[in-house]
């Protein structure tokens, strides 16, 4: 399942839809130098820049203090030109991330994080959902695969990817299975996944022989080793697999054009042109 073409259709329809809406606004916010935030934060503006969303890079020092932070935050909420606000994954430590994230109005969080957004999906009323869940769930909609009914086991449970995107396939009407880091014998589970989405971020976690003959197996990892970039998934699963993304080129191509579409939905909500859902609205 390649990520790259599905990602540019994607984005062709989200430049249509920002020259339909005008003049879309993406700010985000990096704390500190984290490397692997500065080249996800470059591909964001990138493709921000290609669609002609008009975005902002905020990049703070590593001791700009959480209040500092938190102003900054408001002042992003307040700006009219700003449809959508990320704050970039992980902060230093003496910053409270669930503050923060909390600090974001829920109606310009495109990345989904903040309570308000997550409760909505545990309910089964997304309102912004996280944009690497939806881009699996997109790659699993483009190649057919079956999801209603199916076994589907997730390896992981981050707020970022694996608790959401279970969620986006209990919704589905798949039947869910969260592994993690204390599941006892994790093959029994994997072997038994008709959809098996990992992101674990432990190298090559899944081996070709825990993978279900005939499944559909979404590798969400990038890990950087001696040898260059390796998923979650050993590549060997393609052999018993229907359907495996590559690393790269699967699920990352999709995390930034579902952020574009999710900035995009952010403007509509924006501007009345669709209805943020919530509590009394
Ligand atoms: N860090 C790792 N992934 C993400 C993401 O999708 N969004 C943000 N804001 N930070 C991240």
């Known amino acids: 399942m390649k990520g790259a073409p599905l990602a540019e259709r ?5 430049a249509d839809d920002v020259r339909e809406l005008g003049e879309v606004g993406l700010a985000t916010l990096q704390v ?10 470059r591909l964001k503006h990138q493709a921000a820049a290609e669609v002609e969303i008009v975005s902002v890079d905020r990049k703070l020092p590593h001791a700009i203090t959480e209040n500092e932070l938190l102003g900054l935050v408001a002042d992003l ?17 003496h910053i409270d991330e669930a503050r923060v994230i909390a600090a974001v109005e829920p109606v310009k969080d495109v990345d989904g994080f903040h309570p308000f957004n997550a409760g909505q999906l545990y309910l089964g009323r997304p309102a912004h959902v996280p944009a690497t869940p939806l881009g699996v769930m997109a790659l699993l909609a483009e190649y057919r695969v079956q999801i209603d009914g199916s076994r589907a086991v997730v390896v992981g449970r981050s707020d970022i990817v694996g608790k959401p995107v279970a969620h986006l396939l209990l919704q589905a009407n798949a039947t869910v299975t969260i592994c993690h880091s ?9 072997l038994d996944a008709d959809v098996l989405v990992v992101a674990a971020g432990v190298p090559e976690v899944v081996t070709a022989d825990m993978v279900k003959g005939g499944s559909a197996v979404v590798d969400v990892g990038i890990n950087r080793v001696a040898g260059g970039l390796v998923g979650d998934v050993d590549p060997g699963a393609a052999e018993r697999a229907a359907f495996l993304t590559p690393v790269p080129g699967g699920v990352g191509p999709m995390t930034i054009a579902m952020l574009l579409r999710n900035t995009v939905t952010a403007a509509r909500y924006r501007r009345g042109l669709l209805a943020f859902p919530g509590i009394g609205r």
């Open 10 to 14: 994607i984005r062709a329809e989200v």
């Open 32 to 41: 500190g130098e984290d490397e692997a935030s500065t080249v996800y934060l």
């Open 182 to 190: 204390h599941t006892d014998d994790l093959e029994r589970h994997t």
């Open 77 to 93: 909420n307040a700006d009219e030109a700003i449809d959508g606000i990320l704050v970039q994954l992980p902060l230093p430590e």
